[in-house]
């Protein structure tokens, strides 16, 4: 396999995981739904946060954190994963 089709693959798997993350993030904001994400902090240190989407752009989102009570700022390339809340999720089972 040559550098330039493997560079291609490996493009083609950011895409659609950056994809699968603007769609999670867009419902956020429409539905009002909880994420959870685990972030990489400035600090170097793993944060896992609950928040709810209020903005998105190409480099950050902006949420409210339920973990910190308060509107927060996530650089987009520090967040390493991304699903919605699991309570959230199972909230009308009964």
């Given at each position: 396999m040559n550098k330039e089709l493997t560079f291609g693959y490996n493009e083609i798997i950011i895409k659609k995981g950056v994809i699968q993350m603007d769609g999670l993030?867009?419902?956020?904001i429409e539905e009002h739904i909880p994420l959870e994400i685990i972030y990489l902090a400035d600090s170097q240190?793993?944060?896992?946060?609950k928040?709810?989407?209020?903005?998105?752009?190409?480099d950050y989102?902006?949420?409210?954190c339920l973990t910190r009570k308060q509107i927060r700022t996530f650089i987009r390339e520090n967040i390493l994963s991304i699903m919605p809340e699991f309570h959230y999720k199972n909230r009308f089972l009964h």
């Open positions: 993030l867009i419902r956020s240190e793993f944060s896992q946060r928040l709810i989407v209020k903005e998105v752009n190409d989102i902006r949420a409210f």
